[in-house]
């Protein structure tokens, strides 16, 4: 059906990002309730291309781990996209809700990724460049779904080299200014499944950083780790140009490395970041915490060398695929725990 902005009636704001914000609205002809992402449109005509190109793959799309489409309009300057409304928090903001997530969840979640992955580009042939958290939403049925991926297949490569948004999940390639492939969404995955498993992004130093000191932070991602509803302080802000770290953080960060780091709220820039990205080794989900089906999967994921990186059918065999889809966790019972 058409789509119009005087149709809507605004409910509250779910959200907003680099890109635009997202309302949580009423459809009053059809009583429908559902998310509107407001995105405000430059003149530049490829970036109206682009929009709408993606917007009318989202709409083609018909998967369960896919957030659907109502359809999308311009409302000058804006272009307005009506989606699937999905009644509980991005899995940001779910971990810093509730801690570092249940790795049989976190499980769940690489499955879901996965199949939404694989429905993407084997039927739309759409990479979709930008998984992480905040675009892994999850509903009350325990519906585990992608939302916000990029452009048509035909035209990836034409489209590769210009700018798609920087993003702290880019792999080391892309940093580089490598050609866009599936594989770096296979990069972004396995930091996010790190941070969700830690209840923190793992280019943030206290990561890092080995001693089994007292750090609050630590502790507490550690002593939830097996709970499926931890009472836990949420975790510190993020955008995508700087992270934060934690002042303990900060302070052992200056004591055991000599890095200097920005006044009171600590952050990492975004040029820190990337460096530390195409020149540290590849994060790893801490040795001997979740077990070795876990390790081996976010392993495969996190190989810098785009070449050795395991491939979306390859991780499809991963023994933790198989476990995770049969482990026993019931999501619906999950998600009504926050
Ligand atoms: P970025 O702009 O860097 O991609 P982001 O993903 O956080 O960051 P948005 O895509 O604008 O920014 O989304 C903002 C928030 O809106 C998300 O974190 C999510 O919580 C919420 N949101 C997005 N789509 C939906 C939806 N379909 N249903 C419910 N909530 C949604
Ligand atoms: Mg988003």
Known sequence: FDLKNDDFTTLEELGAGNGGSVMKVLHNLTGTVMAKKIVLIDAKPAERKKLLRELQIMHDCDSPYIVSSYGA????????????????????????????????????????VLEGLRYLYDVHRIIHRD??????????????????????????????????????????ERIQGATYSVKSDIWS???????????????????????????????????HRDSLHPPR????????????????????????????????????????????????????LPPGRFGAAPDAFVNGCLEKDPDTRRTPKELFDYEWIAESRQNGVDMRAWAATF
Not at 142 to 169: H, M, P, Q, R
Not at 193 to 221: K, M, R, W
């Open 73 to 112: 309009y311009l409302a000058e300057p804006n272009i307005c996209i009506c989606m699937e409304f999905m009644d509980k928090p991005s899995f940001d903001g779910i971990y810093k809700k509730i801690g570092a997530i249940d790795i049989r969840v976190v499980g769940k979640v690489a499955v879901a």
């Open 233 to 284: 302080a949420p975790a510190p802000k993020r955008d995508s140009l700087r992270v934060p770290t934690s002042p303990t953080t900060a302070r052992r960060r200056r004591r055991s490395k000599g890095v200097s780091l920005h006044g009171g709220g600590a952050t990492l820039s975004i040029i820190e970041l990337m460096h530390q990205i195409v020149n540290e080794p590849a994060p790893r």
């Open 131 to 172: 998984i992480k958290p905040s675009n892994i939403l999850c509903n009350s049925q325990g519906d585990i779904k992608l939302c916000d991926f990029g452009v048509s297949g035909e035209l990836v490569n034409s489209i590769a080299n210009t700018f798609v948004g920087t993003s702290i999940y880019m792999s080391p």
């Open 189 to 223: 995955l396995g930091i996010t499944l790190i941070e969700l498993s830690v209840g923190q992004f793992p280019f943030s130093d206290s990561f890092s950083d080995s001693d089994a000191d007292s750090d609050l932070e630590d502790a507490a991602s550690h002593a």
